[in-house]
T-cell receptor, first 113, second 112 residues
């Protein structure tokens, strides 16, 4: 597609539930990134994929968070046993060339109640 | 310690006045530096970037930033701001991992 697409745009879930957030990157972009942005903060790195593999998952806060990219295109960020502190905007970005900057999606606003 | 530091959380300025948004980086950050802008209720957009070559880089809407190695800075400037420049601005760079590290952001509030 023309840009990075994230769905849903908004998600409200109850504490303890499981959620999946989807990212469809720009066609042909091999690098895909997930970030989390809390209110009043800059984006915080979560995980980076190069192709199908997670090249760096050091930003995932704990084992409740997991992400996949099975075919090297669409990625899904999965959060188990959600907590109120997980509420944030989850941003996805993709890049064609390492070090050249990213194109971001509009984000998914997750609210855990 | 934060690798990319934005010194001002908010910068109020009157329309048509000049503005400077400050960004400093630690020595661990590579020399690839970026400014992103986030308009209200919109996603992050790349404003400008420094990769190599000329230390002064410019955007299409009148912003410019200068890479200063000795000061470890990459400040963003505009000689005359418009109401439409009201947004959150984020400085970012590579910190050793192969993903950008962002500063905490500076909210530019342009007043009439």
């Amino acid at each position: 597609g023309a840009g990075v697409s994230q769905t849903p745009s908004n998600k409200v879930t109850e504490k303890g539930k499981y959620v999946e957030l989807r990212c469809d990157p720009i066609s042909g972009h091999t690098a895909l990134y997930w970030y989390r942005q809390s209110l009043g903060q800059g984006p915080e790195f979560l995980i980076y994929f190069q192709g199908t593999g997670a090249a760096d998952d050091s930003g995932l806060p704990n084992d409740r968070f997991f992400a996949v990219r099975p075919e090297g295109s669409v990625s899904t960020l999965k959060i188990q046993r959600t907590e109120r502190g997980d509420s944030a905007v989850y941003l996805c970005a993709s890049s064609g060339l390492q070090g050249r900057g990213y194109t971001f999606g509009s984000g998914t606003r997750l609210t855990v109640v | 310690a934060q690798s990319v530091t934005q010194l001002d959380s908010q910068v109020p300025v009157f329309e048509e006045a000049p503005v400077e948004l400050r960004c400093n980086y630690s020595s661990s950050v590579s020399v690839y530096l970026f400014w992103y802008v986030q308009y209200p209720n919109q996603g992050l957009q790349l404003l400008l970037k420094y990769l190599s070559g000329s230390t002064l880089v410019k955007s299409i809407n009148g912003f410019e930033a200068e890479f200063n190695k000795s000061q470890t800075s990459f400040h963003l400037r505009k000689p005359s701001v418009h109401i439409s420049d009201t947004a959150e601005y984020f400085c970012a760079g590579y910190t050793g991992r192969r993903a950008l590290t962002f500063g905490s952001g500076t909210r530019l509030q342009v007043q009439p």
